[in-house]
């Protein structure tokens, strides 16, 4: 389903991913996204997660825009003694050659491989989250300490690390396997990352515990030309019909703005969010509430989000819905008449 600015409708939904073209077709959607929390214990090679029947979700309120998102939960503790836990926040597997060669936003915290600006408040107090981040090359073999021996950093390859400088570096002086083990592609990091935010968490007996999470989404920016290159990559492909469910509604809309701008360039942005380890909990989710804002995108691409109906508010889309339990991820295509993607 699509939502635009030129005919809006009531039934929306939600879901999933795309690249730039030429070299960059597979990297420019590489985007990273953080999770519903969800319970954990930490083992060898980090962090494994788990279910919990002694906490359950009473409601969670989901904000996701491009400019930052922000997830306000509440847990109750339904047993008769304080129940601790390792709470964690996981991100999916990044790409780190998309998000190197591909141009996204970077939110460096000063925390090695936070590139999120990545903010935790518990009760309303604020926590200091730790950052387990494992790097692994294509053939699965975790690379971290490697990385971390030659000087390399696992994922903050922003226009503050000269990676160019820094791979040749390596090349001529230090360490040639690392080419042989395709590491690199030429002067491009070539290593996928595993991380997870965490910390230890105190519930106490049939209390509510509220918790907060504040970021920066790395977004993806690819470029388009609406005439040529829209329907290829945004209707026809076989990824755009399994990523954003592609109907009569956005065929309608493309062809509207293709007929305005002809062969001018356009730019799409990709959001992404992982919803489905708030299952992890007890029950289902007493209340959930999903605000989507579009900001200045002009066309939104979704598939459908079970158990929710997206409505127009403003410059937002909004669901709710009681005892709800999340299926399915988040993925959301933002598009834009320009080039700037502003």
């Not at 409601?59 to 997830?71: A, M, N, T």
């Not at 489905?276 to 007493?286: C, L, Q, R, S, V």
């Not at 691409?301 to 009681?322: H, M, R």
Request: hydrophobic share 35%.
């Amino acid at each position: 389903m699509i939502v635009d600015t030129y005919d809006i409708k009531s039934n929306i939904a939600l879901l999933r991913k795309v690249s730039i073209f030429g070299l960059l077709m597979s990297a420019a959607f590489a985007s990273p996204v953080l999770a519903n929390d969800t319970t954990a214990v930490i083992a060898a090679g980090g962090l494994q997660f788990t279910k919990t029947d002694e906490l359950q979700m009473e409601s969670e309120d989901l904000f996701l825009s491009r400019e930052g998102i922000r997830v306000k939960y509440r847990f109750r503790n339904l047993t008769d003694h304080d129940v601790n836990v390792t709470v964690a926040f996981p991100m999916p597997k990044l790409d780190i050659r998309g998000l190197y060669v591909g141009n996204h936003d970077f939110h460096p915290s000063g925390r090695e491989g936070d590139i999120f600006d990545f903010h935790a408040r518990v009760n309303g107090k604020d926590i200091q989250a730790t950052l387990d981040a494992h790097a692994f090359d294509t053939n699965g073999v975790e690379v971290t300490d490697k990385l971390h021996r030659l000087g390399m950093p696992i994922t903050d390859l922003d226009k503050d690390h000269d990676l160019f400088d820094i791979s040749n570096k390596l090349y001529n002086e230090s360490d040639k396997r690392l080419w042989s083990e395709e590491l690199f592609l030429g002067d491009y990091p070539n290593w996928d990352v595993v991380a997870s935010y965490y910390w230890q968490q105190n519930f106490p007996a049939h209390t509510t515990t509220t918790v907060e999470h504040f970021y920066k989404p790395s977004v993806g920016r690819e470029y388009f030309d609406w005439t040529d290159d829209m329907k290829n990559h945004f209707i026809q492909s076989d990824r755009a019909k399994s990523t954003w469910c592609p109907d009569e509604d956005l065929i309608s809309a493309v062809k509207k703005i293709s007929r305005e701008l002809g062969h001018e360039e356009g730019a799409a942005r990709e959001l992404q969010y992982i919803l489905k380890t708030g299952a992890n909990w007890a029950g289902p989710i007493g209340h959930f509430r999903l605000q989507i804002d579009k900001g200045k995108a002009s066309l939104i691409s979704t598939c459908p989000i079970p158990g929710l109906t997206l409505k127009k508010q403003g410059n937002s889309f909004v669901a709710e819905a009681d005892n709800f339990t999340p299926t399915t991820d988040l993925d959301i295509l933002l598009l834009y008449r320009n080039s700037t993607g502003e």
